[in-house]
């Protein structure tokens, strides 16, 4: 199985400064068909996760251009330019080139 | 409005079975693979079963030969079976349109 391993696996920030998560892949995430499915989910204390960021760097509809995606093959980062109040929370990134889907261990971003 | 509503839920023995059911509306389900994800409360995520619209099926390690994913397009609907099952499958089970929808999740307790 593909291991995704985030850090930092908690990150204290501060409204209005920027945050970054980092994702390492066990191994490439290019798919055979080019693509390369690698996603960012935001979780909320009692709701399911939501999508951010998928293929690394695209924007799920909705979501604020504060965050952006980035990286290639093994290694990935999710950027936060100014972090707001809602932003808390954990965020896993998820690999779904190649069955069984694997997500990161999670990272908790704290104020 | 896009949406999954997972049911079926509860407490079960260990051993025994539940059947979790997830039904999609606001969008046409026979195009998109589908996928059950758990997570044990206060803990990360885990893809156990998914589907493609191919039907074609895939399982995680810890449920391979216990847990059965099937779906019925023509009710917008995909199903878990879950056999044998064993303290550590306690979890919430999300029912997910890999990635873009996630229904609110449904709680199987496993205890005696």
């Known amino acids: 199985d593909i291991v995704l391993t985030q850090t930092p696996l908690s990150s204290p920030v501060t409204l209005g400064q920027p945050a970054s998560i980092s994702c390492r892949s066990s191994?490439?995430?290019?798919?055979?068909?080019?693509?390369?499915?690698l996603s960012w989910l935001h979780q909320r204390p009692g709701q399911p996760p939501r999508l951010l960021i998928y293929?690394?760097?695209e924007r799920f509809s909705g979501v604020p251009d504060r965050f952006s995606g980035s990286g290639a093959g093994t290694d990935f980062t999710l950027r936060i330019s100014r972090v707001e109040p809602e932003d808390v929370g954990i965020y896993y990134c998820l690999q779904a080139t190649k069955f069984p889907h694997t997500f990161g261990q999670g990272t908790k971003l704290e104020i | 409005e896009v949406q999954l509503l997972e049911s079926g839920g509860g407490l079960v023995q260990p051993g025994g079975s539940l059947r979790l059911s997830c039904a999609a509306s606001?969008?046409?389900?026979?195009?998109?693979?589908m996928s059950w994800v758990r997570q044990v409360p206060g803990k990360g995520l885990e893809c156990v079963s998914a589907?493609?619209?191919?039907?074609?099926?895939y399982y995680a390690d810890s449920v391979q030969g216990r847990f059965h994913i099937s779906r019925d397009d023509s009710r917008a609907t995909v199903y878990l079976e879950m056999n044998n099952l064993k303290g550590e499958d306690t979890a919430v089970y999300y029912c997910?349109?890999?990635?873009?929808?996630w229904g609110q999740g449904t709680l199987v307790t496993v205890s005696s």
């Open positions: 293929k690394i760097s």
């Open positions: 606001g969008f046409d389900m026979s195009n998109f693979a």
């Open positions: 589907i493609k619209n191919s039907g074609k099926t």
């Open positions: 997910a349109s890999p990635y873009s929808v």
């Open positions: 191994q490439s995430l290019v798919h055979s068909d080019g693509n390369t499915y």
